[in-house]
């Protein structure tokens, strides 16, 4: 799968947690996902499900670095690690 695929299918999903206020529209891929206000930190545990039932991710062992979703291009280059 491509990463424009997968940046699709991340966007997908973050258009059904992110807050209301904040369009996704407007947002660039490098924009931080908590500090920007499209998310809460809470959200950052919807992330992991969703990268662990997506594309098979374990973090029960590795555990997670906050900085590794701290926005969408963060998450796209964790999932091309994680599945090349």
Do not use: N
Request: aromatic residues 6%.
């Amino acid at each position: 799968m491509s990463r424009s695929a997968h940046k699709q299918r991340l966007v997908e999903f973050l258009e059904t947690i992110r807050r209301p206020e904040v369009p996704l529209d407007t947002f660039d891929e490098r924009d931080g996902l908590v500090s920007s206000g499209l998310i809460d930190s809470l959200a950052l545990l919807q992330i992991i499900d969703f990268l662990e039932a997506e594309y098979g991710m374990d973090f029960s062992t590795t555990g997670v670095d906050p900085d590794q979703i701290s926005s969408i291009a963060e998450i796209l280059d964790l999932i091309e690690r994680q599945t090349a």
